[in-house]
């Protein structure tokens, strides 16, 4: 049985930071790479950021890059989203994901096994 549970999401006036956490359970979670992905009112679901088994390989949208930093820890199965410079289009539902194999994806149907997402709200 997979299970991603996240943690970490809240208030923020912008130019905060916040970090997000995502516990994976089930078999080999490091064999597998994890994603962040967001959802606003209204819109689709959005691509932030993933990383492979190892954490050697990550990918960000363009949007987040050099504001958010996506790591992770095997020893805890977690995976975790370092967010600074926070800005109100930040504001969003976040989900963590776990892909179908050891690689980094923009792609949601690339994506299995989904959390129940964690509220960020960023204030002007």
């Known amino acids: 049985q997979v299970q991603l549970v996240e943690s970490g999401g809240g208030l923020v006036q912008a130019g905060g930071s916040l970090r997000l956490s995502c516990v994976a359970s089930g078999p080999t979670v490091s064999a597998y790479g994890l994603g962040w992905f967001r959802q606003a009112p209204a819109k689709e679901h959005e691509f932030v950021a993933a990383i492979t088994g190892t954490g050697a390989s990550t990918r960000y949208v363009d949007s987040v890059k050099g504001r958010f930093t996506i790591s992770r820890d095997n020893r805890k199965n977690t995976v975790y989203l370092h967010m600074n410079n926070l800005k109100p289009e930040d504001t969003a539902v976040y989900y963590c994901?776990?892909?179908?194999?050891?690689?980094?994806?923009?792609?949601?149907?690339?994506?299995?096994?989904w959390g129940q997402g964690t509220q960020v709200t960023v204030s002007s």
């Open positions: 994901a776990r892909s179908v194999g050891d690689f980094v994806s923009r792609q949601r149907t690339e994506y299995l096994y």
